[in-house]
């Protein structure tokens, strides 16, 4: 294909913006009761040919450049992402890939002959039965002690998680959204630490100047499933 590097955008005849049917005050073109829309001219096809046929402005490059470049740097610094909720007082995180569903507060449906604390009950979302089960109870979490008072809204939610063939849903006291992270962000769960919840944690993720506790899906799907034997 042959380029005219002098070709400039202001030598085109742009008649379609002045008589045809993107003119701004009549389209009086002869030509469109023959092609009914300029799409269909010969001179628009024409005026399509030479405006492709113009060599890349050497600014056009330079941008286009520098944007692909920034794209493959973001994408190479998320390589994870996770959604981040509160439970009582607890900051924690779950990958986003075992999220299924975040729906608001449902109606649990007690189960009878079962009064542990770890299974709730039953909810329904969309025509399923899915088992509610208290994720606070795994990870040996208390209630909330602080007062969470901000300028927005906090709404409790649910979650559902599923994992191979597994599925539950469990309500949270608040839903932050997703964060990406990489694994060198990722930071070592203190030596010093040791507890229930830190048993599930994979690693501690910083958000706001908060320490969030990635939680260990495996670890934790393991443990809801023996936890209802």
């Known amino acids: 294909m042959s380029t005219h590097p002098e070709l400039q955008r202001d030598?085109?005849?742009?008649?379609?913006?002045?008589?045809?049917?993107?003119?701004?005050?009549?389209?009086?073109?002869?030509?469109?009761?023959?092609?009914?829309?300029c799409r269909n001219c010969n001179h628009y096809s024409a005026a399509g040919r030479r405006m492709l046929e113009r060599a890349v402005p050497d600014d056009y490059r330079r941008e286009w450049t520098a944007r692909y470049a920034q794209q493959e740097q973001v994408a190479e610094s998320c390589e994870h992402s996770a959604l981040l909720f509160r439970l009582g007082d607890e900051w924690l995180a779950l990958e986003s890939r075992y999220i299924s569903e975040i729906t608001p507060v449902r109606k649990i449906h007690s189960l009878p002959h079962r009064s542990d604390k770890l299974v709730k009950g039953l909810v329904n979302i969309r025509g399923e039965l899915k088992l509610c089960i208290s994720i606070g109870t795994i990870l040996k979490l208390d209630k909330a002690r602080d007062d969470y008072s901000a300028d927005h809204e906090i709404l409790e939610r649910m979650i559902l998680i599923e994992h191979e063939q597994q599925s539950f849903i469990f309500p949270v006291s608040e839903v932050q959204g997703t964060l990406p992270y990489t694994d060198q962000a990722l930071q070592a769960l203190p030596a010093t630490l040791a507890n229930a919840k830190n048993n599930f944690t994979h690693g501690i993720i910083t958000w706001n100047e908060k320490h969030v506790g990635l939680l260990d899906h495996e670890l934790l799907f393991y443990?809801?499933?023996?936890?209802?034997k």
Do not use: Q
């Open 223 to 228: 443990a809801l499933a023996r936890g209802l």
């Open 11 to 37: 030598e085109l005849d742009e008649c379609w913006n002045r008589i045809g049917v993107w003119s701004t005050t009549e389209a009086s073109c002869p030509e469109l009761k023959r092609f009914v829309h």
